[in-house]
C-alpha cells in the first residue's frame, strides 16, 4: 500500500511538472509574439522624445538669431546652453534635456550648416508635404539664410538635391548651424514631415512662418 501511495506521488509529481513547464513554454511564446510590438513602441517613444527636443532647438536657434538680428548664428549646442543676455543675467533658450538626442549613439546632435546642399533636401520635402507651398519665414531675418535654398530648389534637380542629402558629414561642434539632425541613419517608425529617416528629420526656424498650421509633424504609424 505504502509503495502505491509512493508511485502515485511520484506520478501526480510527475505530472504537476511537465504543466508547469507546459505553462512556462506557452508564457514564453506569448512573450515572444509581443516582444515585436514592445519594440516597436520603444522606438516610437524615443523618436517623439527626439521630435520634441528637435523642435526645441530649433526655437532656440530662432531666438538666437533674433537676438542677434539675423548677423549671427550658433555655433555650438553650449552656446544655446548658455543663454542670452538679458540685463545682469542670462535667459535660459534651451533645456539641458534637449541638449541630447536620444536616437544618436552618442548623444550629439548633428548640427546642420546654412549651405543648400545640405539643407535643400529637407525644403523640397516640406514643400511637397504643404502641397507644393515652401512657408516662409517669421521672423523675415531669417530670410537671409533661406533665399539661396529656395534658390537651390528651383534650380536643381530632385535627383541632384537627394544625392546632396544622401552623403552627409557629421559635425557636432564649432560651426555656424541654422539646424540640428539626428546622426541616425535608421528607418524611423514616424514620420516626420512625410520623411521616413532619423538623419533626414532637420529641425530648423526655416519655413515655420505662413501657412505653419499646415506644417506640422505627422506621426503616423509605420510597419515596423
Known sequence: MTMMTETTK??????????????MTLFALA?????PAVQVEVQREKELESIRRGEDVAEAIKQFVIFHQGRKLPE???QLLEGLPQGTKKRQI???????????????????????????????RVQNYNNGVLPTNSPQMLDRYSIVLVNTLNTGTEGEIEEADEDFEIITDNTPFIGVASQSRSKSVLAYYGVENHSKWIFTPLFRGTGAS??????RSLNP
Open 76 to 78: 555650438s549646442i553650449d
Open 94 to 124: 534651451l533645456r539641458a534635456s534637449s541638449a541630447t538626442d536620444p536616437l544618436s549613439e552618442d548623444g550629439k546632435w548633428r548640427l546642420i550648416k546654412p549651405e543648400p546642399q545640405i539643407i535643400a533636401a529637407f525644403a523640397k
Open 10 to 23: 511520484k506520478s501526480e509529481s510527475g505530472m504537476t511538472m511537465l504543466a508547469v513547464m507546459a505553462m
Open 214 to 219: 499646415s506644417y506640422r509633424t505627422n506621426t
Open 31 to 35: 512573450l515572444l509574439a509581443v516582444a
